[in-house]
């Protein structure tokens, strides 16, 4: 029952030492920090054997893993071969299951973990961004969005950027151009952005779903909690310094606050140790045109950008 995690940099430990020593979690966390300046970007984990030890090794992206300790291993006798930890829930025990959850989630980082540690270089991020929309997102069929879509919507911007948008789900033109925030919510964002002072491409734009669900209908919660992985990890690699939230399922995801948007919005939260804004999304914008809501996103926005230092459109 060896325990072997990523075969990085702390080899192989008899969980029951190190359970008796009360350093498992510790000891997985400070390995983890290692591998994920390194590059890390997912850990599938794996329960082996009736007493459930733990294999895991990183996934495509992550680096550092390599080394002797795996060769040793030989992780690709207990390893089936497409690397995707989704694909090897089949089989286990509801409890085995449940352990591996909450070893995977403390592996990540754990949901409230801060993202700590150096960011990665402008190169690294480009190429984990890029491997997880190639290799992931576009063939992903982890919720029923998937059968309806045209193209998923992965979100583009700056890999570096200080601010990132998130929005609800694709919607019409978002699906025929596989681009976020393109259609008339899209125009709204971009008028937003540029009074910010900034363009397009220097901020990053995501949503909670990739995938839009028919109808323009707001995601269900099935379906956020499938995606979310995925906007999660495009969090930890651009790391930026604000999240500007666009209306309520983005903002209740990330404040996990099951109020309203007029409670939620106007203050600093945080998550993981970024501060968050929340705002009113566009299409509310666009659907509510009055003087007051106009107002209270600006003022909003205007917190972000003194956060940043941002002075605003030239005029
Ligand atoms: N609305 C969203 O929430 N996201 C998009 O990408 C487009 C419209
Ligand atoms: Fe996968 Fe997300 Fe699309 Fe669902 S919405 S199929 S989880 S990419």
């Given at each position: 029952m060896a325990l072997e995690v990523g075969a990085g940099g702390f080899g192989f430990y008899d969980p029951r030492t190190m359970e008796k020593e009360g350093c498992i979690q510790g000891r997985i966390r400070l390995w983890l920090q290692g591998e994920r300046a390194m590059g890390l970007s997912t850990l599938p984990v794996r329960m082996v054997g009736a007493g459930g030890g733990f294999v895991a090794a990183a996934a495509a992206g992550g680096r550092g893993a390599g080394g002797k300790a795996r060769e040793t291993a030989k992780p690709q006798e207990l390893w089936p071969s497409g690397e995707d930890s989704r694909e090897m829930a089949g089989g286990e025990s509801k409890g085995a299951a449940e352990a591996k959850k909450a070893v995977v989630s403390m592996l990540v980082g754990?949901?409230?973990?801060p993202i700590s540690g150096p960011g990665l270089r402008r190169e690294e991020r480009i190429r984990l961004l890029s491997a997880m929309d190639e290799k992931e997102v576009r063939g992903c069929r982890q919720c029923g969005l998937s059968e309806s879509r045209t193209h998923t919507v992965f979100g583009e911007g700056d890999?570096?950027?200080?601010i990132f948008f998130i929005g609800e789900g694709p919607g019409e033109s978002e699906d025929l151009s596989g681009r976020p925030f393109v259609g008339r919510a899209g125009q709204k964002l971009d008028e937003m952005i540029a009074a910010m002072g900034l363009r397009r491409d220097e901020v990053f734009i995501a949503n909670i779903v990739k995938c839009r669900p028919p109808g323009n209908r707001a995601p269900a919660p099935e379906e956020t909690g499938a995606c979310t992985g995925y906007l999660v990890r495009q969090l930890e690699i651009v790391r930026p310094k604000v999240i500007v939230t666009l209306g309520l399922p983005a903002t209740r995801y990330i404040t996990k606050l099951e109020l309203s948007m007029g409670r939620m919005r106007g203050q600093w939260h945080t998550w993981r140790g970024i501060k968050v804004m929340p705002t009113y999304h566009p299409s509310y914008i666009l659907r509510n045109y009055s003087r007051e809501i106009r107002k209270a996103v600006w003022s909003d926005l205007q917190q972000v950008m003194s956060e940043l230092g941002l002075k605003g459109k030239k005029v």
């Open positions: 754990g949901a409230d973990e890999p570096e950027a200080a």
